[in-house]
């Protein structure tokens, strides 16, 4: 089914790109009781080696005198640099063994018993999609992989942020494509769901109260499921496949469900066939699932639209702006200030205009670059209504990455997207679970036991979801620890989310990524007493997992920093600190391979950290500033463009530092015959140019310092603001506006009429006093 767009696109991929397109298996492999002995003895290992460097080394030179001053410090800053990266692979070690344990443990729930369950249940959930300047093709995809869910009630609600009234004919038009996608999906669903809905009600009535179902009705059902499976069938044939995006939604969203409903298909002909006694509850549910796939409701809201709701330029605040509105219904009026909402009491009868908006008992969080398998929503309720999680607020899968990227740094920041996906589920094992914001099924109460409401301009802002930190989901995690709920990666893979295409891009991912970890902690450590005091102490895994999660960024990149450029004495350097490393390489490697990668990327991933260690410490500067400012740092969305996203030329920059300084380091250890530290620069330098020419480019690189430059040397010229135009005497008073604002605007109307007086008082010439 290759076009001619998808053929263009496999020609213009890099060299060095991935080759496989299609994903890993949704249940992970389980793994051997060999693996997971070497996992531990990956951690022995690692722990050992660390202990005996302090002996042999650090502690025989202070033993020894070996040093005045100067070495003393060096000493103590190189066993702290050595102890915080020896930490971070350790915390790797534990949260892999962890990952590996549930995986062996973990047993697929089988169809049946999610058809059983939800025979008697099917709460609602409403599923939130922020939006802000994406393309609606990349949106649509998302609209579509939520729309297709197998779930008896679901609303998919784009909460589209972009501003309402654009001035640019390109923002317009965008706007308008993304606004009209949710009525064409919903009017594309009517067809299958009317037929779905005429074979089960022909079917019930059938029925009625026979124990088995007649061959008749089961024959039917069995037309019926072959026309949903020819409908998406056809679909997918239309599809224009212009990425590795697209491919994946046709191969594993459409076809993978069409295949999934053949297979109910053939079980059912045979059936028939067989003459077979099919009990009529059953044949019930294979006919309501028929209905759950294409019922989804589709809309639209734009809070940017509305005075009274928080303009604040996050996604928190675009998902929050909606939570607030959640089970009241809501009058639009139009004020001076702009269209507000109001509340309609219980006993009003709502207008065809007023917004109703339904609280349901579930919300799926889905970023708008996320793709979703076909079965997300009803296996993770299905999870959720357990007795024994009742206790669990939030549960997901943490997103994989696409395959078949075309770029190399696509490939190589989705395998560290597949590595985390490993480490985000062992941290479950330790109760260390964080949420991750691209896609995640919310118990509504567990939001209401977090909300914060304030009072800003007359108008309430309730915020469920903190915006304090550009990455929301890791504060609200804390949250909602300390609220006594637990939360939980589901072990399978049934999500996925975009990667950015370009240095640039991710210059803006990794960069929030990085900023705000450092003020998070602080409210974790706080939680340590009243957790305590209530039953449910923070153990030491969950400590250690949720300090490296939200701090390790910093002390990582400082520590790189300080063992790139500071010139330690030979005397500290031993290969015990290899030792130490070793484990940790060993085991991502092995990873690698698991995920479908290649071995090899592990050097690759570290060349691929020399090159955004400005990136890093620029978010963790960010949080810095921000804990002595207090202000909020913009929340910058990471570009989902098909070209090139230019990189800022700092970031750039250092990374040829990096390689120079390495060069230079290597020539004078050389010359010095300290091959410790010879090999080491010239490791970093080879893996650094390696990095610069593979994922950043040395042409564009150099065109995006070039351009670096020219901005930071050019002024822009400052037109004079035009003044305002004077009053119009004979205007008419704008009485609403003066009853809306009140006092403020009186002032200002004050204001304009002294100025107006002076400026007559001095044409005339007259000495009167003004006041």
Same mark, same amino acid.
């Given at each position: 089914m290759a076009t001619t767009t998808e053929a263009e696109a496999r020609r213009r991929r890099q060299w060095g790109a991935e080759r496989r397109s299609e994903p890993m298996p949704i249940v992970h492999p389980r793994p051997t009781l060999a693996k997971l002995t070497w996992g531990r003895i990956a951690i022995t290992a690692?722990?050992?080696?660390?202990?005996?460097?302090?002996?042999?080394?650090?502690?025989?030179?202070?033993?020894?005198?070996?040093?005045?001053?100067?070495?003393?410090?060096?000493?103590?800053?190189?066993?702290?640099?050595?102890?915080?990266?020896?930490?971070?692979?350790?915390?790797?070690?534990?949260?892999?063994?962890?990952?590996?344990?549930?995986?062996?443990?973990?047993?697929?729930?089988?169809?049946?018993?999610?058809?059983?369950?939800?025979?008697?249940?099917?709460?609602?959930?409403?599923?939130?999609?922020?939006?802000?300047?994406?393309?609606?093709?990349?949106?649509?995809?998302? =609209?579509?992989? $939520?729309? %297709?869910?197998?779930? &008896?009630?679901?609303? /998919?609600v784009l !909460?589209? @942020?972009?501003?309402?009234?654009?001035?640019?004919?390109?923002?317009?038009?965008?706007?308008?494509?993304?606004?009209?996608?949710?009525?064409?999906?919903?009017?594309?669903?009517?067809?299958?769901?009317?037929?779905?809905?005429?074979?089960?009600?022909?079917?019930? =009535?059938?029925? $009625?109260? %026979?124990?088995?179902? &007649?061959?008749?009705? /089961?024959?039917? !059902?069995? @037309?019926?499921?072959?026309?949903?499976?020819?409908?998406?069938?056809?679909?997918?044939?239309?599809?224009?496949?212009?990425?590795?995006?697209?491919?994946?939604?046709?191969?594993?969203?459409?076809?993978?469900?069409?295949?999934?409903?053949?297979?109910?298909?053939?079980?059912?002909e045979a059936a028939v066939d067989q003459d077979a006694r099919i009990d009529s509850e059953r044949v019930r549910q294979l006919g309501r699932r028929l209905i759950w796939i294409f019922s989804a409701t589709m809309e639209n809201f734009e809070r940017k639209r509305y005075a009274s709701l928080s303009q604040e330029a996050n996604k928190a605040m675009n998902i929050n702006s909606y939570l607030g509105l959640m089970g009241g219904t809501w009058r639009p009026m139009e004020t001076a200030e702009g269209t507000v909402l109001q509340r309609l009491a219980p006993d009003v009868a709502p207008d065809p205009d007023d917004l109703t908006i339904p609280d349901p008992e579930y919300l799926l969080t889905l970023d708008a670059d996320s793709q979703l398998l076909r079965d997300y929503c009803l296996r993770l309720v299905y999870f959720l209504e357990q007795p024994e999680n009742s206790d669990v607020a939030i549960t997901q899968t943490p997103y994989s990455s696409y395959r078949g990227a075309p770029t190399r740094i696509e490939r190589i920041a989705g395998a560290t997207t597949d590595i985390q996906h490993i480490l985000h589920q062992g941290m479950t094992h330790y109760d260390a679970t964080f949420w991750v914001g691209a896609n995640a099924v919310i118990r509504r109460p567990a939001l209401e036991d977090i909300v914060e409401v304030?009072?800003?301009?007359?108008?309430?802002?309730?915020?469920?979801?903190?915006?304090?930190?550009?990455?929301?989901?890791?504060?609200?995690?804390?949250?909602?620890?300390?609220?006594?709920?637990?939360?939980?990666?589901?072990?399978?893979?049934?999500?996925?989310?975009?990667?950015?295409?370009?240095?640039?891009?991710?210059?803006?991912?990794?960069?929030?990524?990085?900023?705000?970890?450092?003020?998070?902690?602080?409210?974790?450590?706080?939680?340590?007493?009243?957790?305590?005091?209530?039953g449910?102490?923070?153990?030491?895994?969950?400590?250690?997992?949720?300090?490296?999660?939200?701090?390790?960024?910093?002390?990582?990149?400082?520590?790189?920093?300080?063992?790139?450029?500071?010139?330690?004495?030979?005397?500290?350097?031993?290969p015990l600190v290899l030792g130490a490393a070793l484990p940790y390489f060993l085991c991502m490697a092995s990873d690698l391979y698991a995920c479908g990668h290649r071995r090899l990327d592990v050097f690759r991933i570290y060349g691929f950290n020399l090159v955004l260690l400005p990136v890093n410490l620029a978010g963790v500067l960010k949080s810095v500033q921000q804990a002595f400012t207090g202000e909020k740092i913009p929340f910058a969305r990471t570009p989902k463009v098909r070209n090139r996203t230019a990189a800022p030329g700092w970031h750039v920059f250092v990374p040829y530092v990096i390689v120079i300084y390495a060069l230079i380091t290597a020539w004078r250890s050389y010359h010095h015959e300290d091959w410790g530290n010879l090999f080491f620069a010239v490791f970093n330098a080879v893996l650094a140019a390696i990095a610069i020419r593979a994922y950043i480019g040395v042409r564009s690189s150099l065109v995006d310092m070039a351009m670096g430059v020219v901005n930071w040397l050019f002024v822009p010229v400052r037109t004079p603001k035009a003044p305002a135009p004077a009053p119009d005497p004979n205007a008419p008073i704008d009485w609403d506006g003066i009853l809306y604002h009140g006092d403020r605007r009186l002032n200002r109307d004050l204001r304009g009429k002294r100025d107006r007086r002076r400026r007559a008082a001095a044409t005339s010439g007259g000495g009167a006093k003004i006041t």
């Open positions: 690692t722990v050992l080696f660390w202990l005996a460097y302090l002996i042999t080394t650090v502690a025989r030179h202070f033993l020894n005198n070996a040093g005045g001053f100067r070495f003393t410090m060096e000493a103590i800053s190189y066993v702290a640099v050595v102890t915080m990266l020896t930490f971070s692979a350790l915390m790797y070690l534990i949260a892999r063994q962890g990952a590996l344990r549930r995986f062996r443990e973990h047993q697929r729930v089988p169809r049946g018993l999610l058809d059983e369950h939800f025979a008697t249940s099917g709460r609602p959930m409403t599923v939130l999609i922020p939006s802000y300047a994406e393309e609606p093709d990349i949106v649509r995809l998302t =609209l579509w992989s $939520a729309a %297709l869910q197998e779930y &008896p009630d679901l609303r /998919v !909460l589209v @942020d972009d501003p309402p009234f654009p001035t640019d004919p390109i923002a317009a038009e965008r706007l308008d494509a993304t606004r009209a996608l949710a009525g064409q999906i919903q009017a594309e669903l009517a067809v299958p769901l009317l037929r779905a809905q005429e074979t089960y009600d022909a079917a019930v =009535l059938a029925l $009625a109260e %026979l124990p088995h179902a &007649p061959i008749g009705v /089961v024959s039917d !059902l069995a @037309d019926e499921y072959r026309r949903a499976a020819e409908w998406l069938e056809a679909m997918a044939d239309t599809e224009v496949v212009s990425d590795h995006v697209s491919e994946f939604f046709v191969d594993q969203v459409l076809m993978a469900l069409a295949s999934e409903l053949r297979l109910s298909l053939l079980a059912l304030e009072t800003v301009g007359g108008h309430e802002i309730r915020t469920y979801v903190q915006d304090r930190t550009v990455i929301e989901d890791t504060e609200s995690s804390i949250d909602i620890a300390a609220a006594g709920w637990r939360l939980v990666n589901y072990p399978e893979r049934l999500s996925y989310s975009a990667t950015p295409p370009d240095f640039g891009s991710l210059i803006v991912q990794r960069r929030r990524w990085a900023n705000g970890g450092l003020l998070i902690f602080p409210k974790f450590w706080q939680q340590r007493g009243p957790r305590a005091r209530a449910r102490p923070i153990r030491l895994g969950e400590f250690c997992l949720r300090l490296n999660y939200m701090v390790s960024i910093a002390w990582a990149s400082l520590a790189l920093l300080l063992l790139l450029f500071y010139p330690y004495d030979n005397r500290l350097l031993s």
